[in-house]
Nanobody, 126 residues
Framework: QVQLVESGGGLVQPGGSLRLSCAASGFSLNNYVIGWFRQAPGKERERVSCMSGYDGSTNYLDSVKGRFTISRDNAKNTMYLQMNDLKPEDTAVYYC???????????????????WGQGTQVTVSS
């Protein structure tokens, strides 16, 4: 059974850090395009970051550049999103996604990812 299981969300104060994890089962993340998306109440889902499958190149939403880092550990079949210096506007449900796609990750829309995690809530508040 193909599955992505997320963990690591929670409540954090502004300026704090969280690391989201997304463990894959039923398939190998190796060479897959991986992405992290988020959706805040009343807003559309947006891509936060992605990593290409063929060369590991990455892309970030402008508002998270320098604060968030996407990574993957092929040995653990797990992808991560390290989030530092969190801001209240980062509050959202975060989703991981993966798909076997050939091109650079930033050309793909969320609708082209076929494998999704269940979502994890990240709340940044004092």
């Amino acid at each position: 059974q193909v599955q992505l299981v997320e963990s690591g969300g929670g409540l954090v104060q502004p300026g704090g850090s969280l690391r989201l994890s997304c463990a894959a089962s039923g398939f190998s993340l190796n060479n897959y395009v991986i992405g992290w998306f988020r959706q805040a109440p009343g807003k559309e889902r947006e891509r936060v970051s992605c990593m290409s499958g063929y060369d590991g190149s990455t892309n970030y939403l402008d508002s998270v550049k320098g604060r968030f880092t996407i990574s993957r550990d092929n040995a653990k079949n797990t992808m991560y999103l390290q989030m530092n210096d969190l801001k209240p506007e980062d509050t959202a449900v975060y989703y991981c996604a993966a798909e076997f796609l050939a091109l650079s990750c930033w050309v793909y829309r969320d609708t082209e990812y076929g494998n999704w995690g269940q979502g994890t809530q990240v709340t940044v508040s004092s």
